[in-house]
């Protein structure tokens, strides 16, 4: 079984989101270990970007505090390797193409596998152009994570078909960031997506509230919380642990409770 595979074994997953060095790196370190601990089933890392297409205000700015703050890929790759020696909690990366295109996608990708991750997302990446990364993906053991968004059945069929290490359902079309109300039939997706692979299907944009949570969790295999994690690391800056790791288990103990876990 793929690490990724082991984060939807024990049903409903919880996947929250970090901005790699926002406050910084260290906290980030710390940050990765606390959720881990809190029950986070899957970690995504977002390595910063100057311009970060699919992502609202709130991430966005983490996004400029981490790079003003002189984060580099090469540093979340050493940071990686240093979470890696005390947790094995699956990690993907969130970023997008051109970071990995200017890093050199082999190297790149190589890296990934190397230092430890499981999957990697690309917002930014069409479906017509995974070829790009897959092959090289696959060549090193890295699942290239598809999204589906509220489209066309036929799309989300074909992306289904390929997908590999779980499909990222987008609950609304736009950016990132809390939304009220999610009207979106994550439901009906799902359906989509299993009636053409057996795979996990997690969903993620907006979602704030263990109340949130649960009713994604109902619908699918688990909710990814990207916002309203980055915005308590704003919040709090170097202090932001303690209230990270509370907000974690709440949302765990939600989609958990959905799975009666």
Do not use: W
Not at 4 to 13: D, M, Q, S, T
Not at 125 to 131: D, G, T
Not at 153 to 167: K, T
Not at 175 to 192: P, S, Y
């Amino acid at each position: 079984m793929s690490n990724l595979a082991k984060a939807f074994a024990g049903g409903k997953a919880f996947i929250p989101f970090l901005t790699c060095g926002d406050p910084s790196l260290d906290v980030t370190e710390k940050l990765v270990f606390a959720m881990a601990d809190a029950g986070a089933d899957l970690i995504e890392l977002g390595i910063p970007f100057s311009d970060p297409t699919a992502e609202g205000p709130v991430i966005q700015a983490a996004n400029e505090r981490a790079l003003a703050g002189g984060v580099t890929t090469d540093k979340i790759f050493e940071l990686v390797r240093r979470i890696r020696r005390k947790t094995d909690v699956p990690l993907v990366f969130m970023t997008y193409a051109n970071v990995v295109f200017s890093y050199g996608a082999e190297r790149f990708l190589k890296t990934s596998a190397e230092v430890g991750m499981d999957g990697l997302i690309l917002p930014d990446l069409p479906f017509e152009e995974k070829e790009e990364f897959d092959p090289l993906c696959k060549r090193f053991g890295l699942d290239l994570i598809s999204l589906i968004a509220p489209t066309s059945h036929e799309r989300v069929r074909s992306i289904a078909r390929e997908a590999s290490g779980f499909v990222y359902c987008v609950s609304s079309l736009g950016v990132t960031g809390v939304r009220t109300n999610i009207t979106t039939d994550i439901a009906a997706m799902v359906r989509l997506v299993k009636a053409e692979k057996e795979i996990s299907c997690a969903v993620g944009f907006g979602i704030s509230t263990p109340e949130q949570a649960a009713n994604m969790a109902a619908q699918s295999d688990g909710a990814i919380v990207g916002s309203a994690i980055v915005k308590m690391c704003a919040q709090y800056g170097a202090d932001c642990v303690p209230y990270v790791a509370e907000y974690v288990k709440g949302m765990k103990a939600a989609v958990s409770a959905v799975s009666g876990g």
